[in-house]
């Protein structure tokens, strides 16, 4: 199946800035993606959106990506991007990528496939001073 793997997370103090990155991996070719996105779940809470982005690059923010983040997409990589500034203790968690629509097959022999929800494993932010 498609891969998705995130970097980027890390320690940092409040008010700092990080910018994740969510790229496809592995030996399956990609030929599409839809809506691609960021969610995240902090200690003792439910996974929420953050941001998501259309192959158009018109953004759609969580009210947990509102104000601080901002979402980008390059559709020739295939990746997604977020950058995060003036982080808040409230902001720590891990953080998921997300594809929707994924047209893809393991080689040009074999039939495509057409994945609708996709998964990364996660980066952690941590926000602490």
């Known amino acids: 199946q498609v891969r998705l793997v995130e970097s980027g997370g890390g320690v940092v103090q409040p008010g700092g800035s990080l910018r994740l990155s969510c790229t496809p991996s592995?030996?399956?070719?990609?030929?599409?993606?839809?809506?691609m996105g960021w969610h995240r779940q902090g200690p003792g809470k439910q996974r929420e959106l953050v941001a998501e982005?259309?192959?158009?690059?018109?953004?759609n923010y969580g009210d947990a990506g509102k104000g601080r983040f901002t979402i980008s997409r390059d559709n020739a990589k295939k990746a997604i991007y977020l950058q995060m500034n003036d982080l808040e203790s409230e902001d720590t968690a891990e953080y998921y990528c997300?594809?929707?629509?994924?047209?893809?097959?393991?080689?040009?022999?074999?039939?495509?496939?057409?994945?609708?929800?996709?998964w990364g494993q996660g980066t952690q932010v941590t926000v602490s001073s």
């Open positions: 982005i259309t192959p158009g690059g018109t953004p």
């Open positions: 592995g030996d399956r070719i990609i030929y599409s993606i839809g809506v």
């Open positions: 997300q594809a929707a629509q994924v047209t893809s097959r393991l080689s040009e022999t074999d039939p495509v496939t057409y994945d609708v929800h996709v």
